[in-house]
């Protein structure tokens, strides 16, 4: 499966933000979970949250949860990561990647390293 983000830019703090990846390469995206990676300047990447497209689960870390929604458009294979209440701290390249599973019930993972297919990153920087 090939990933092709976009949207990235600037947004103040407290500000909203949406960007998508679109997914191509499968006529199916159910035996995948999608999710978003970020990296900020000097630290690892992390996960930021993922979507289980079989059934639409989501799962978020905990610094993003109640601000940030992952939803799905099956139709055009295209997730989207809808930030709201931005804050500075959010600043990073953001990575659409995903994740191959066996069967359409495997729980979402937080690790970043389950995510084999990873696309381009696009830069999300929130000004004070």
């Known amino acids: 499966v090939q990933l092709q983000a976009s949207g990235g830019g600037l947004v103040q703090a407290g500000g909203s933000l949406r960007i998508s990846c679109a997914a191509s390469?499968?006529?199916?995206?159910?035996?995948?979970?999608m999710g978003w990676l970020r990296q900020a300047p000097g630290k690892e990447r992390e996960f930021v949250g993922a979507?289980?497209?079989?059934?639409?689960?989501?799962y978020y870390a905990d610094s993003v949860k109640g601000r940030f929604t992952i939803s799905r458009d099956n139709a055009r294979n295209t997730m989207y990561l809808q930030m709201n209440s931005a804050n500075p701290e959010d600043t990073a390249v953001y990575y659409c990647?995903?994740?191959?599973?066996?069967?359409?019930?495997?729980?979402?993972?937080?690790?970043?390293?389950?995510?084999?297919?990873r696309g381009q990153g696009t830069q999300v920087t929130v000004s004070s």
């Open positions: 990647a995903a994740r191959w599973t066996s069967s359409t019930r495997v729980t979402i993972t937080n690790a970043p390293s389950s995510y084999g297919y």
């Open positions: 390469g499968r006529t199916t995206l159910s035996h995948y979970h």
């Open positions: 979507i289980r497209w079989s059934d639409g689960s989501t």
